[in-house]
């Protein structure tokens, strides 16, 4: 594997409430591991059911066989949804050094806008290698969802990262490895 200079490339992921063990699983097999997180977790795609059966084709596995991060820092995107006046409460986030993933566990996945709240079929050409060349280029937030965090209706679920580029991991992620942060 060639050695690549991930200086400075930083990924986030939404701090787990109740985590259970030492590692961050992704759903399909914390339904193995603990049943009852599962059901809590999984009830988040309430609306989204297609999304569990997505395939991942660059990992060749399904989207809930994946962990999913963002090159993008929490704090704007949460700026964005406080600037129309919406209360957000403190929120708690993890960040790992993008040096921290297998890059042949890895891809980032370009997640287009859903127009009129529909998902766009998946494209494989929406799967980029993971490399830092790759993913530095997805570390601000798109001006798209910064507009559509601003016009985000109070009754509105709080989505941060639905229409930024995503890094999937398939396997899992010690707890060790992440930083607690506050956005």
Same mark, same amino acid.
Not at 15 to 23: C, H, N
Not at 65 to 75: A, C, I, K, T
Not at 162 to 182: F, I, K, N, Q, W
């Given at each position: 594997?060639?050695?690549?200079?991930?200086?400075?490339?930083? =990924?986030?992921?939404?701090?787990?409430?109740?985590?259970?063990?030492?590692?961050?699983?992704?759903?399909?097999?914390?339904?193995?591991?603990?049943?009852?997180?599962?059901?809590?977790?999984?009830?988040?795609?309430?609306?989204?059911?297609?999304? @569990?059966?997505?395939?991942?084709?660059?990992?060749?596995? @399904?989207?809930?066989?994946? @962990?999913?991060?963002?090159?993008?820092?929490?704090?704007?995107?949460?700026?964005?949804?406080?600037?129309?006046?919406?209360?957000?409460?403190?929120?708690?986030?993890?960040?790992?050094?993008?040096?921290? =993933?297998?890059?042949?566990?890895?891809?980032?996945?370009?997640?287009?806008?859903?127009?009129?709240?529909?998902?766009?079929?998946?494209?494989?050409? *929406?799967?980029?290698?993971?490399?830092?060349?790759?993913?530095?280029?997805?570390?601000?937030?798109?001006?798209?969802?910064?507009?559509?965090?601003?016009?985000?209706?109070?009754? *509105?679920?709080?989505?941060?990262?639905?229409?930024?580029?995503?890094?999937?991991?398939?396997?899992?992620?010690?707890?060790?490895?992440?930083?607690? @942060?506050?956005?």
């Amino acid at each position: 594997m060639p050695e690549h200079d991930w200086a400075g490339l930083t =990924l986030y992921h939404r701090a787990v409430r109740d985590v259970r063990g030492d590692r961050l699983w992704p759903l399909n097999r914390l339904r193995d591991l603990h049943p009852e997180v599962y059901a809590r977790e999984v009830a988040k795609y309430a609306g989204r059911e297609a999304l @569990l059966t997505e395939r991942v084709e660059r990992l060749n596995c @399904l989207w809930n066989d994946v @962990l999913f991060f963002s090159p993008v820092h929490p704090g704007p995107l949460l700026d964005a949804v406080r600037s129309m006046g919406r209360a957000v409460p403190p929120v708690r986030f993890w960040s790992l050094p993008a040096s921290a =993933l297998d890059p042949a566990r890895a891809c980032v996945r370009l997640v287009r806008p859903w127009p009129d709240g529909i998902k766009p079929p998946p494209d494989p050409a *929406d799967e980029w290698p993971y490399t830092p060349e790759g993913l530095g280029q997805f570390t601000l937030p798109p001006a798209e969802t910064l507009a559509r965090l601003r016009q985000l209706p109070l009754a *509105d679920p709080l989505i941060l990262w639905m229409d930024v580029p995503h890094v999937l991991y398939r396997g899992e992620v010690p707890l060790s490895a992440l930083t607690e @942060l506050r956005a």
